[in-house]
């Protein structure tokens, strides 16, 4: 994952709100825009992303690469492809 500055210098597990050395990693998250983008569709935010999990859950047990859990399924599947 790049960072501000498009280097490849953050890991795939950094999520919204992460912090290095006390600076939050995704620039810009706290912006006017985003925020209202949180607060008014948090509820179609999570299940959008829910459905995409559970989509990709089934992909990945159609490919019979599932695993224990839908953390391992969706790391199978990304290796999968990968």
């Keep these: 994952m790049t960072d501000n500055n498009g280097q490849n210098t953050k890991s795939y597990s950094v999520e919204h709100g992460d912090t290095a050395s006390g600076v939050e990693i995704f620039q ?3 912006s ?3 925020v209202l983008i949180r607060d008014n569709y ?3 935010i999570r299940t959008m992303f829910g459905s ?3 989509a990709a859950s089934d992909l990945a047990v159609s490919y019979r690469v599932q695993g ?3 953390h391992n399924s969706l790391f199978n599947l990304i290796s999968y492809y990968c």
């Design 28 to 30: 810009g998250g706290d």
């Design 32 to 34: 006017a825009l985003w």
């Design 42 to 44: 948090a509820t179609e």
């Design 52 to 54: 995409i999990a559970n």
């Design 68 to 70: 224990d859990g839908l």
